[in-house]
């Protein structure tokens, strides 16, 4: 290496500590960012530049740089996206936290021609805004890379055996990383718009749920938490807590999902049917529990659970059907004592005497 | 009745003995109060030797749990007699918690 080479390797050195207060500094401010904007990326890599790579890089083109704050990735982040529409939400966030140098950022995706595929990722050189830390520290500047998790992978295969590699690699072969590359683009967009559709999805089934027509919305994990959100057990479990005047404390609803699917039902007009049919005798098996109790606290989902015993006593389930509920809302472990417990006040019930 | 705490394997477990009813929660609840100042450690309840509980014991045990979580520390109950579990059952407090 030339002395001018030796020189920014010394300079290098001595600014390590400081690099290493920034990297701390602009990972914190960084992870805070994408927080506060409920952004999930896969990852947040960060390294400061080896001394051997700077040396590398030194000789291959040390002449480039006229002082050490001209090299801009001593110090340098990758923000790795589960989506491609983030990249931009990302770098969005990059420019508003942090002051980016434009004449020096780049965005690779738009550097190819229409026909072309290859490294798309988008590079920002940024520096901390001044006023923020001392300032010698808000003049080193810092590069901060974005991309998908499938970009990454596209690249990091790509570096290891193209980029900066001492053999010439055929066109054959580049080819075929082109092509991968091409590919991996189609499904970053395909994922994108999967997550669009599903969004879409959420927001109709939620207006259908909010509208009653409930027969339309199939029974699953997100229908069930939008139904949630009309609070149709609230009838029946005050019903039930007016028994003791109990005050009503909320509970997870979720883990019933599995059940009422078990119970065969397939939409959330089943689910209201299922309410409508079953909460008196509901009621009557809460009551024989409760009534000879002074226990004047209950969750909210005390209605719920009755109304599942109920329906699978009348679907002929028995005492194993009890105990399958039971094993599903809780980690007791061995629940057959309780559901035979439960199963003997049933069976003093109307609903199980009229078959 | 009697509450005991001890840390056990970097949890904070909690011994009950005897009724936990509305006569013996007052005591109990002062009893529990290192379990409310721990720093998101895990608590386990011990009711091994617990013959009863009322609805005091149930918010008790309430208060507990929801001092943990806001922690990010879990509670779990061990050890419970059929009659507590029906307690739990009938007043729908066994999704609420984690069972050991």
Same mark, same amino acid.
């Given at each position: 290496m030339d002395p001018h080479g030796e020189?920014? $390797?010394?300079?290098?050195?001595?600014?390590?500590?400081?690099?290493?207060?920034?990297?701390? !500094? &602009?990972?914190?401010r960084l992870q805070e960012a994408l927080e506060r904007q409920h952004i999930e990326v896969?990852?947040?890599?960060h390294r400061i530049k080896k001394e051997d790579s700077l040396a590398g890089k030194l000789e291959r083109k040390g002449a480039k740089y006229k002082s050490v704050d001209d090299i801009t990735d001593l110090l340098? $982040?990758?923000?790795?996206?589960?989506?491609?529409?983030?990249?931009?939400?990302?770098?969005? !966030? &990059?420019?508003?936290?942090?002051?980016v140098d434009w004449g020096n950022s780049v965005d690779k995706r738009k550097l190819h021609e229409l026909d072309s595929f290859g490294y798309n990722s988008?590079?920002?050189?940024c520096r901390l805004p001044a006023g923020s830390a001392d300032e010698a520290l808000c003049r080193i500047p810092f590069e901060i890379q974005m991309r998908t998790a499938l970009q990454h992978v596209w690249s990091t295969i790509n570096h290891d055996n193209g980029y900066k590699s001492d053999v010439q690699i055929p066109r054959e072969y580049l080819r075929q990383f082109g092509r991968l590359a091409g590919m991996l683009e189609l499904i970053d967009d395909e994922?994108?718009?999967?997550?669009?559709?599903?969004?879409?999805y959420r927001r109709r089934m939620q207006t259908l749920v909010a509208s009653g027509q409930l027969d339309e919305v199939s029974l699953n994990a997100d229908t069930w938490e939008s139904y949630l959100q009309t609070r149709p057990f609230d009838r029946l479990n005050r019903r039930i807590a007016a028994v003791n005047q109990a005050e009503l404390f909320p509970a997870p609803l979720k883990p019933f999902l599995p059940i009422l699917l078990a119970l065969q039902m397939k939409t959330l007009g089943d689910v209201q049917?299922?309410?409508?049919?079953?909460?008196?005798?509901?009621y009557l098996l809460a009551v024989?529990?409760?009534?000879?109790?002074?226990l004047d606290i209950l969750t909210e989902s005390v209605g719920l659970q009755n109304l599942c015993i109920v329906q699978a006593l009348k679907m002929g389930g028995g005492r194993p059907a009890i105990v399958r509920i039971l094993n599903a809302i809780s980690s007791f472990g061995d629940n057959e004592v309780l559901a035979q417990s439960i199963y003997d006040r049933a069976s003093t019930l109307p609903f199980m005497n009229n078959k | 009745m009697n509450t005991t705490i001890k840390e056990q394997n970097g949890e904070m477990v909690a011994l009950f003995e005897g009724r936990l009813d509305t006569a013996a929660a007052p005591q109990a609840e002062k009893d529990i109060q290192p379990l409310l100042a721990t720093s998101g450690q895990n608590i386990v309840l011990d009711c091994n030797a617990l013959e009863y509980i009322s609805s005091s014991g149930l918010r008790l045990f309430l208060t507990v749990l929801k001092c943990a979580k806001a922690k990010g520390g879990h509670v779990f109950i061990t050890g419970m007699n059929n009659d507590i579990?029906?307690?739990?059952?009938?007043t729908g407090f066994t999704n609420l918690f984690e069972f050991r």
């Open positions: 020189k920014l $390797l010394e300079e290098f050195r001595q600014r390590r500590p400081r690099l290493v207060e920034l990297e701390g !500094l &602009v990972l914190c896969t990852a947040i890599d340098g $982040l990758r923000v790795i996206t589960f989506y491609t529409d983030d990249v931009d939400k990302v770098a969005a !966030l &990059v420019a508003q936290t942090f002051d988008l590079h920002y050189i994922f994108s718009r999967l997550r669009n559709s599903l969004a879409d049917r299922f309410i409508d049919a079953n909460a008196d005798d509901a024989t529990q409760l009534g000879v109790t002074d | 579990r029906n307690v739990f059952a009938m």
